[in-house]
């Protein structure tokens, strides 16, 4: 297990609207999950995706399967 704190990143699209999800990108490989927050209350809770579900919906996002978001 890991002790390593979340490193945050936000989508270089997002333009500062506040309106943002941060993903705790440096914890994937040592714990296979990605950290998931909202950017207007970083100091509430946390979904902890699976990376395979993550890649998943990354995956989708690019492909357009969401439409316009």
């Keep these: ?3 390593e704190s979340h490193r945050w990143f936000k989508s270089s699209y997002s ?3 506040g309106a943002c999800v941060e993903v705790g ?3 994937v ?3 296979g999950v990605v950290p ?3 950017s207007k209350t ?3 809770p946390l979904l902890n ?3 395979v579900s993550f890649a998943a919906f990354v995956a989708g ?4 399967e969401f439409g316009d978001v």
Excluded at 61 to 64: I, L, Q, T
């Design 49 to 51: 995706a699976s990376a």
């Design 25 to 27: 990108a440096n914890l």
């Design 15 to 17: 333009s500062n609207g």
């Design 42 to 44: 970083p100091g509430g």
């Design 36 to 38: 998931i927050r909202d």
């Design 61 to 64: 996002v690019r492909a357009g």
């Design 1 to 3: 297990m890991t002790t």
């Design 29 to 31: 490989a040592p714990l």
